[in-house]
Every structure is written in C-alpha cells, then in structure tokens.
C-alpha cells in the first residue's frame, strides 16, 4: 500500500533531483482504442534507446510482472508503470503495462504533481479512438495517416503548425475536424450537436486524456499558477494489428519533439516484443 508519505517515483538507480528538468514527459492514454499510445511510447523507447530509470508507485493499476519489452535475453523485468529516459534526458517516458483500475482523476492528479515537482517542460499525452465515430467518407478518408491534437492554453501552438507535413502524415487540430463534423451534419439534416458533445465522443468525459486537458484539475494541482504546457494527440484507427498506427504516430512525434538535423530523420527500431503481437506462420490446417 502506497501511503501519503511514500515517494511517488521509485528510481531505479541513483539519480539527481533534476534529472526530469526541462525534459518533455510522454504519457500514453491508458485503455485507449487499440492501445496506439502504449504501442508508440514502446516503439519510441527503443527507437531513442532509452532507458529504464524507474518505477511510478500507483495504486491504482493492476500489478503486474512480466518479461523486459526490449530484451528477452537479460533476467530484467517488466512491471505495471515504468518511467524511461533518453540520454540526453530530453525525453522521458512513462509505459504502462496494465490497466488503471479506479480514480483516474487522482491518478492524473498525482503525475501532474510529480512532473511539476520534477519542472518537466512539456506533457504530451498520446491517445486514439475509433475509426468507426467518423460515420461519412469524407471524414474518414486519411484520418489513418493524420494526428489530432489539442492544447492546453499555454501550449506553444506555432511549434506544431510550423512543422512542414512528412511521410504524408498530417497533424493538425481537432478543432478542424469537429467543425467539418458539425457543418456536413448540418448539410445532411442530422441532428445538430454541440462542440463539446462532438469532443466527448472522440475524447470521452472521465478518461485520461481528457482529464489532463481540464483546466481546473490543473488549475488545482498548480496553486501558484504555473501550468505545465500539454498536448494531446489523437489518432483514429480500427481494432486489430496497430502497429501501423504507432509508426504514424512516432514520426508525428518525432517531427515536432525531434526533428533532426542537416534532414536526418530518427530510425525507428521495433521493440524485442513485436515479434510476439502475431505468429509469424499460420497455424496448421490439421487443426481445423
């Protein structure tokens, strides 16, 4: 049991009390469609070749134990929250492993704390949703190959759209799809609905990503007034093999939080524990 006096990050070696400063903290959305956000930060972590530096001490999530994601030889171990870091600690990033199961209000609440604590520049939190929410072609067609985002208030918005698109990979905010939503509902005499109805459906009430973008939770964490600028990705996908989707999003991440230079481009390494998502042969028809 996690009491009110234990330290909420349980570091794994000896680390400085700066060791977070400055850094952007990558959060996947806990239980999202398709689990895009946890397959992305896993892609990432072993694309940057970061490395496990602690655990986040959760009480709220389903403890769990299991092999390393990155390196079935060693005897090293994977646990319900991890916290990686690249070297350079610019980049930190928190994997979970299993579900949040209560509170996530107070969950969200206590990782805002701690990053403000730690003076991390940046939350981006990566999140999806059904494909199948976008009921006309017109929206559908390349939301595959498009990210989402929204803001908190204090979010430096130009250094997402000055970002040239690559990869034909788009991002762009939401607002723009919401209000293509409303207007060809509009054309077609459905029933009109509000920004915020619209909204909930793609980032429902109550779940993570939503909850970090309320402003009174933070407004709340933060009493002094200093809010941490966060960002909200969303991607739109199908149910099923999304390992597409976590490329998609690691190069809209990599586009806007590290884009290189002289055009170089991050190499995306698949983690150790891909190859175990799909069998690579078909099963034996001598089954059936």
């Known amino acids: ?112 704390k701690w990053a403000k604590k730690e003076q991390v520049k940046e939350i981006v939190v990566l999140s999806s949703t059904s494909a199948v929410l976008l009921p006309d072609p017109s929206l559908k067609a390349g939301v595959q190959s498009t990210i989402f985002f929204k803001c908190n208030s204090i979010f430096p918005k130009e250094a997402i759209q000055s970002k040239p698109e690559s990869n034909s990979i788009r991002v762009v905010p939401i607002d723009q799809l919401i209000n293509q939503f409303m207007l060809i509902s509009n054309q077609f005499g459905f029933p009109s609905s509000t920004y915020d109805e619209i909204f909930s459906r793609f980032v429902k009430k109550g779940s993570m990503p939503r909850i970090f973008l309320e402003e009174e939770i933070e407004d709340k964490v933060n009493e002094d007034g200093g809010k941490i600028p966060l960002i909200l990705f969303v991607l739109f996908c199908f149910e099923g093999n999304n390992i597409s989707e976590a490329i998609v999003m690691s190069n809209a991440f990599c586009s806007i939080f590290h884009p290189g230079q002289a055009g170089e481009t991050l190499r995306l390494q698949m983690p150790e524990s891909w190859k175990f998502l799909l069998a690579e042969t078909p099963p034996s028809l001598s089954l059936f």
């Open 1 to 112: 049991m996690v009491d009110a006096t234990t330290e909420y990050f349980a570091p794994k070696s000896h680390l400085s009390s700066t060791s977070f400063k400055d850094s952007v903290l990558v959060i996947p959305s806990s239980q999202s469609f398709g689990n895009v956000g946890q397959l992305t930060v896993d892609l990432l972590v072993s694309s940057f070749s970061a490395q496990l530096v602690g655990y986040l001490r959760e009480r709220n999530i389903s403890p769990i134990v299991g092999p390393s994601a990155f390196n079935h030889v060693t005897s090293s171990l994977s646990t319900a929250v991890e916290v990686f870091q690249t070297e350079d600690k610019k980049l930190t990033f928190i994997q979970y492993r299993a579900p949040i199961l209560k509170q996530m209000k107070e969950v969200v609440n206590r990782i805002q």
